[in-house]
């Protein structure tokens, strides 16, 4: 329903040299080790999508 703002997360939250998360850091200047908590949010739930979909698709 909603992938959009999960996938902008995960496309901004990304992992930086460092180990840092870049998304947190540009967004709001906070120093976040990766994975951050808005990057475990967004996979948590793109993981409940997929697997509703699969589980969809296969019933
Ligand atoms: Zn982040």
């Known amino acids: 329903m909603n992938d959009e ?3 902008a997360i995960l496309a901004v939250h990304v ?3 460092d180990g ?3 998304g947190c850091r ?3 200047s906070r120093l976040a080790p990766y994975p951050c908590w808005q990057v475990e949010w ?3 739930r ?3 999508v997929i697997t509703a ?3 969809r698709v296969r019933a």
């Open 26 to 28: 540009a967004w709001w």
């Open 42 to 44: 967004a996979t948590s």
């Open 46 to 48: 793109q993981a409940r």
């Open 53 to 55: 979909r699969f589980l």
């Open 5 to 7: 703002r999960e996938l």
């Open 20 to 22: 840092m998360c870049i």
């Open 15 to 17: 992992r930086g040299l």
